[in-house]
């Protein structure tokens, strides 16, 4: 991690970023540099984290790849695209619902989804390791920290995968 400050603008990692015994990445970042933040209220991905290294933002990402994902696209894509002096904020769109999508209130949940001009029905498979939950979906519905979830008819925000791109 040492050297890739020295070398790159930016570094990302994945894995090791829960609180548990094999988990050292934010050890490592809080050795060299400083954590700005750990622990998100998102899912997936509430093991996020960032910090800075020799003046490098340090990214450190679940090691589940779903999670990883979603954490990248809310925290890391934002901040390269500004890097190159581009602005970036997610394309919402509004869809209807086809199915319940449940959630938690205080966290945001950015969940998989397949969605066309008119509805959105999130991806059945969805748990943080099942990377074909990533294969199938082509957008995600958020869900705010201040809803429960949605119902079957509900008019939902979506962000195309596509719109991620630019």
Do not use: C
């Amino acid at each position: 991690v040492l050297k890739a400050s020295e070398d790159y603008d930016v570094i990302m990692t994945t894995g090791g970023t829960a609180i548990s015994k094999g988990d050292v990445v934010l050890d490592v970042v809080n050795d060299l540099g400083e954590i700005l933040f750990h622990g998100v209220a998102m899912r997936p991905g509430k093991p996020a984290g960032a910090g800075i290294i020799n003046d490098k933002m340090i990214f450190t990402f679940s090691g589940q790849p779903v999670a990883a994902m979603s954490q990248f696209d809310v925290f890391a894509r934002k901040y390269l695209f500004e890097m190159q002096g581009r602005s970036f904020d997610f394309h919402i769109v509004n869809r209807e619902s086809q199915l319940k999508v449940p959630s938690q209130l205080g966290r945001t949940d950015f969940i998989r989804a397949v969605a066309d001009d008119e509805y959105a029905k999130h991806v059945l498979n969805r748990g943080s390791g099942i990377i074909r939950s990533m294969v199938e979906a082509n957008s995600y519905i958020i869900i705010n920290e201040n809803d429960e979830g949605y119902q079957k008819g509900d008019i939902v925000d979506v962000v195309m995968f596509d719109s991620l791109l630019w």
